[in-house]
Nanobody, 123 residues
Framework: QLVESGGGLVQVGGSLRLSCAAS????????IGWFRQAPGKEREKVSC??????YYQDSVKGRFIISTDNVKKIVELQMNSLKPEDTAVYYC????????????????????WGQGTLVTVSS
């Protein structure tokens, strides 16, 4: 089970930290991703972590940071310098690392999803 938290309303240039609490997962065995879906758009990859390597979508490079805490079993997404175009529902997702060679598997490959948390960036 994955449960996201930390979304909310923030002004342009502000920061938010999203958390995804996992039960029944050992992050060392999984590829972990953050995806987002903006109004009227398809869901897209934002950031992933697998085997200690990180992936970031070009639009968030240098602004977002993904991290995991295997003791607390949480994955976080620190989002800085937020822009209106970052407004979306953010989801965390995982899949077994041995089932994919991709650092950031496509959406359809992810096996487990959280319910999502809404991030709104106001200008």
């Amino acid at each position: 089970q994955l449960v996201e938290s930390g979304g909310g309303l923030v002004q342009v240039g502000g920061s938010l930290r999203l958390s995804c609490a996992a039960s029944g997962f050992d992050f060392d065995d999984y590829a972990i991703g953050w995806f987002r879906q903006a109004p009227g758009k398809e869901r897209e990859k934002v950031s992933c972590m697998k085997d200690g390597s990180e992936y970031y979508q070009d639009s968030v490079k240098g602004r977002f940071i993904i991290s995991t805490d295997n003791v607390k079993k949480i994955v976080e997404l620190q989002m800085n310098s937020l822009k209106p175009e970052d407004t979306a529902v953010y989801y965390c997702a995982t899949m077994s690392r041995i089932l994919t060679d991709d650092l950031c598997p496509r959406e359809s490959a992810m096996a487990y999803w959280g319910q999502g948390t809404l991030v709104t960036v106001s200008s």
